[in-house]
């Protein structure tokens, strides 16, 4: 079973909005040095639709050099099936078996009919044992929710491919149920505050954006959340967890994790966003700094 604390990282763009690899392979370096068991580039946070294809491929290219590839799990999943098989091949040439894939999502209210033929005809083509998918259901950005229906249908047709699911909805309720009924099928946690009640259900972990910057006490509450005798220690991790995504919360969120992201490096490149978003202003960088140092957080002054 896929299992672990995995980020979504951020992805840093230079002033032409092109990709900056460099200083992505440092942040996923230092995210494994975190305690990242790996590192799920090209999500939500890491505005993988604003990528072409081409820079998506590079992105990867230039994470697995960085951490190697068995570290990592990235989205593979986009509107046109031809793309989702061309970037998940292009994953496995590099040697990452584990990739994250979106539904196709431009068309809204489609049936499970519908996405079970999208997702199989996407594993059928591929046709390589190596793959392991894990589903993603963040149906308040995509629109297409994943339903527990169509995941039975998936996991009977394609037992050893599709393993696991990141859920971002936010309902503790729905990962519960499918830990119920899907016997060992990975479910991770998209939002953070639940990873700590999740892995009390039989969670696999997460995988989240506020790993940024706390990767290190999400692996604290992933690996000794059963542990008595680490009471004290697993809730003030989930205090400072809870503090960092209540303060990306507080601002839009991923504008926000980059700023925060900057502040950790001391770069500014990670300030910037591709349109259609928007980075922090100056007043709210400012701000942004003076409250991630009343919660504790090293800060570094940003340079170009």
Request: net charge negative; aromatic share 4%.
């Amino acid at each position: 079973m896929i299992s672990g604390v995995y980020c979504a990282s951020a992805t840093p763009v230079n002033a032409d909005l092109s990709p900056d690899l460099a200083a992505l392979a440092d942040h996923a370096k230092a995210l494994i040095a975190d305690g990242c068991d790996g590192v799920a580039l090209l999500g939500t946070t890491g505005e993988a639709n604003s990528f072409s294809l081409t820079e998506r491929k590079t992105i990867l290219e230039a994470a697995a050099g960085a951490v190697g590839a068995d570290r990592l799990m990235p989205g593979t999943g986009v509107n046109a099936l031809p793309e989702t098989v061309d970037l998940t091949r292009h994953a496995l040439s590099l040697g990452v078996t584990r990739v994250v894939m979106l539904p196709p999502s431009y068309y809204k209210g489609v049936s499970d009919e519908g996405l079970f033929r999208a997702y199989a005809h996407a594993i059928e083509t591929i046709g390589d044992t190596r793959l392991k998918v894990v589903l993603y259901h963040i149906p308040q950005v995509s629109g297409v929710p994943i339903s527990h229906d169509l995941i039975e249908r998936l996991v009977t047709a394609f037992p050893q491919t599709v393993v696991g699911i990141k859920d971002s909805a936010g309902k503790i309720e729905n990962m519960t149920a499918m830990i119920e009924r899907f016997p060992g099928f990975a479910v991770l946690a998209g939002a953070d505050p639940l990873l700590l009640p999740l892995m009390g259900m039989g969670g696999a972990g997460c995988i989240t954006a506020t790993s940024n910057l706390v990767a290190d006490s999400l692996a604290t509450v992933f690996r000794h959340h059963a542990d008595p005798d680490r009471t004290a220690e697993i809730a003030a991790a989930q205090a400072r967890i809870n503090a960092f995504r209540d303060l990306s919360n507080s601002y839009t969120q991923i504008p926000a994790i980059k700023a925060m992201v900057a502040y950790r490096h001391g770069l500014a490149v990670w300030t910037r966003t591709r349109p259609p978003l928007v980075g922090l202003t100056s007043a709210e960088l400012a701000q942004l700094k003076d409250r991630l140092t009343a919660i504790g957080a090293s800060v570094k002054d940003l340079a170009a």
